[in-house]
């Protein structure tokens, strides 16, 4: 969720109005990666790749981000909040969660005590390990041995008790990958040892939007991990739709960034990216970095915007052409000198914050397009509607994923055409959960993502 961050990195934050822009960046020149353009642009028949499945049927290992020294980073800046919030009072749009469970089938129900460790979140900060029973599959359902579960923010604000509409005991995880264990009757596409990614947007299947392939916009939606039970298990169960075949050369850990990168290719569908825009990309977190390399295969010449030096770096590495060491508000001066003065065409905000509009109506040439990608709680007040009419502005909104982006992000990434091996900045066995957690809710703005390991 694209909150704004406080003492705990999440609510709240400063502007950071005032910070100077520094040392004019430097650009560089990449050919766009041309290869690739068919698996950032949506086309129905290529996204039934053979690499997914049809909705139908205790010690810490440090791993380096970036060159520069992490004591040289700059105060807390917003990152990349989850995009997969539902609206409503609910987090599932108002309708209860007897009736959203009942959506979906067996799978909010707890399995018995005993076998099997699963991460259970009590309360805030009251996570526990406990044993439960391995899940059994039921006709049409997998069971998933789970392997490792990447932490975001929507987790980290599940777990501190700022996320609406979360009802304890929950068992948290959306990010996963894992090995199919068993099957259910009826299954047939899928086959044990395969190493999969789940797909965790649960939906009815059945309303208007699903019905016309947008189950992400599911009248009762609801978020694996959050309504019902996630991936911090050993196993989970789960129907076999949701699960999407891996190749089995790409390690499951780098995978977890996969589900990432699958809003992100969304949110640039739907804004509409084309070779030869400029694009500016607002904060450098996981998605900002991925939405930067997705603009790049594009043929989009990118520029990235953070207040911290290191994102800055990484975002160097993902073919940014100019970046931009700033506040958001702080970089309009230096968007419009990159851009020749007239703006540039797309600007996404991968930052969060009521300030990361009014700034992207003063980098936006006339006819350009926003996407609103990250998600902010946040009143924009005294903004005023007169830049949409007058330069014809488009504010477009972009939520969670479909299906059809799942497998041309697993190309993506198991091509090597999106780099995500410096994402993982520390690893966590299961059994310290907490510890992962507690250095998050720590270190913000120091992490791009968290792993656990469900096998350990």
């Given at each position: 969720m694209a909150l704004g961050e406080g003492s705990l990195g999440l609510r709240g934050g400063g502007s950071g109005r005032g910070e100077s822009l520094g040392p004019r960046p430097r650009a560089r020149a990449i050919r766009p990666a041309g290869h690739f353009a068919h698996l950032v642009s949506r086309s129905p028949d290529r996204d039934q790749g053979r690499h997914g499945v049809r909705a139908r049927n205790a010690a810490r290992q440090e791993v380096r981000v970036g060159r520069a020294d992490r004591r040289d980073a700059d105060r807390p800046q917003r990152q990349d909040r989850d995009h997969l919030q539902l609206p409503g009072r609910a987090d599932h749009g108002g309708r209860s969660d007897a009736g959203l469970l009942d959506a979906r089938g067996t799978l909010g129900n707890p399995v018995a005590a005993n076998g099997t460790r699963t991460a259970v979140l009590k309360g805030p900060r009251k996570l526990e390990i406990v044993d439960r029973a391995k899940p059994e599959a039921g006709p049409g359902e997998v069971v998933v041995r789970t392997a490792a579960t990447a932490v975001c923010h929507t987790d980290l604000s599940i777990y501190v008790g700022e996320h609406p509409g979360v009802k304890y005991p929950v068992v948290m995880g959306h990010e996963s990958t894992g090995v199919i264990d068993s099957l259910g009757e009826g299954v047939a596409e899928v086959k044990p040892g395969q190493h999969v990614i789940i797909n965790p947007i649960i939906a009815c299947g059945r309303c208007d939007s699903c019905l016309r392939?947008?189950?992400?916009?599911?009248?009762?939606?609801g978020l694996f991990g959050r309504e019902v039970e996630g991936s911090l298990s050993q196993y989970v169960k789960l129907p076999s739709q949701y699960i999407h075949v891996l190749p089995p050369r790409l390690p499951l850990e780098q995978a977890t960034l996969i589900e990432t990168l699958a809003t992100v290719r969304h949110a640039q569908h739907r804004v509409g990216v084309s070779t030869g825009e400029s694009v500016v990309v607002l904060g450098q977190g996981t998605a900002g970095l991925l939405h930067a390399r997705l603009a790049v295969l594009t043929g989009a010449t990118v520029i990235s915007v953070s207040r911290t030096r290191w994102k800055l770096e990484m975002a160097e590495r993902m073919g940014a052409h100019h970046v931009v060491e700033s506040s958001v508000d702080g970089a309009v001066e230096e968007v419009r000198r990159l851009t020749g003065g007239k703006g540039a065409d797309v600007v996404i905000d991968a930052a969060g914050g009521a300030e990361t509009l009014?700034?992207?109506?003063?980098?936006?040439?006339?006819?350009?397009?926003?996407?609103a990608f990250a998600v902010s709680h946040e009143t924009v007040r005294g903004f005023s509607t007169f830049p949409l009419y007058f330069g014809e502005i488009?504010?477009?909104?972009?939520?969670?994923?479909?299906?059809?982006?799942?497998?041309p992000s697993i190309q993506l990434i198991a091509s090597g055409a999106v780099d995500v091996s410096g994402f993982i900045t520390a690893k966590y066995p299961l059994t310290d959960s907490a510890a992962a957690f507690e250095e998050y809710e720590r270190n913000p703005s120091r992490i791009l993502r968290i792993v656990i390991d469900s096998g350990s």
């Open positions: 392939g947008a189950g992400n916009l599911c009248r009762v939606a009014r700034a992207a109506m003063d980098m936006l040439r006339p006819g350009g397009r926003f996407s488009s504010i477009i909104g972009s939520r969670a994923l479909t299906p059809q982006d799942m497998n």
